[in-house]
């Protein structure tokens, strides 16, 4: 596998110079360029959401990789000197904002892969669930604080955080204001695994070039199965799991798959 990276430059908009992105084989490496914190505002937001947009129509992009400039800062979240003012109006757009960023990664038709180099709080651990997998460096700090300023996680922390950990330590993280370090995020299920300071990117990478391994057209079939347990019990999607498996017999890409099993040989993707 080659090590090189290059800029990506397939974008078709004006992309904030605090989202860096560079292209990895298969895989998009995107940075979150703020510095102190890597916080989130209104550019950066809505260049995500842009380029997820972007990322979702190139057929030459498996996956997702994002981490924070920097060794200290995966994300400090939102900005908080936009809302000391109390602004509701400025509140309910930076609400919108964050949602809609977010779950634009959620739903990215690929596998995104959080790489947690540092502090990731508030809207930076918003982030991080909204990815598939999250890897964490062994001194990062994990934490929802808003309760702690008057205000509570608006980008969907209160769902994604019992989802992946339960409701009582999702209680202790956001009603208790409880801050966890890796190993403890690992032990109950917030991260996936656990890396030494400085490997979280390349950790990442690795996992993500195994994606583009996989079928891409059965990777966007299955993502959505597996998430789809969140809105409707396990048993209601027996059937679609069915019909889906069913449906990826149109593909090009199950027959090249089955054809270079069979012949012992690497599989081309035709991504269709």
């Not at 798959?257 to 991504?271: I, M, Q």
Request: charged share 25%.
């Amino acid at each position: 596998m080659s090590n090189a990276v290059e800029p990506y430059k397939s974008a078709p908009f004006d992309l904030t110079h605090k989202l860096t992105v560079e292209k990895h084989g298969h895989t998009a490496l995107v940075t979150i360029n703020n510095p102190p914190a890597n916080t989130w505002d209104r550019d950066s937001l809505i260049g995500l959401r842009q380029l997820i947009e972007h990322l979702n129509r190139d057929d030459d992009i498996y996956a997702l990789v994002i981490s924070g400039q920097g060794s200290k800062f995966f994300s400090a979240g939102a900005d908080l000197k936009l809302f000391a003012d109390g602004d509701k109006a400025r509140a309910r757009s930076m609400a919108r904002l964050f949602g809609e960023a977010f779950e634009a990664l959620r739903d990215f038709r690929g596998v995104s892969i959080a790489a947690i180099n540092g502090y990731a709080m508030g809207g930076g651990l918003e982030c991080a669930l909204a990815c598939d997998i999250r890897i964490a460096e062994r001194e990062a700090q994990l934490a929802l604080p808003e309760a702690g300023v008057g205000l509570l996680p608006c980008a969907g922390g209160t769902q994604h955080l019992p989802w992946l950990i339960g409701e009582g330590w999702a209680k202790r993280m956001i009603l208790c204001g409880e801050r966890v370090d890796a190993e403890t995020a690992l032990r109950i299920g917030l991260v996936e695994q656990v890396v030494d300071s400085g490997e979280a990117r390349g950790h990442a990478l690795l996992l993500a070039a195994r994606v583009g391994r996989q079928s891409p057209v059965a990777v966007r079939a299955i993502k959505p199965l597996i998430q789809g347990a969140r809105q409707r019990g396990p048993s209601s999607w027996l059937a679609e799991e069915r019909e889906r498996f069913v449906d990826l017999f149109d593909a090009d890409d199950t027959r090249e798959g089955v054809s270079a099993f069979l012949e012992k040989r690497d599989p081309h993707w035709r991504n269709r």
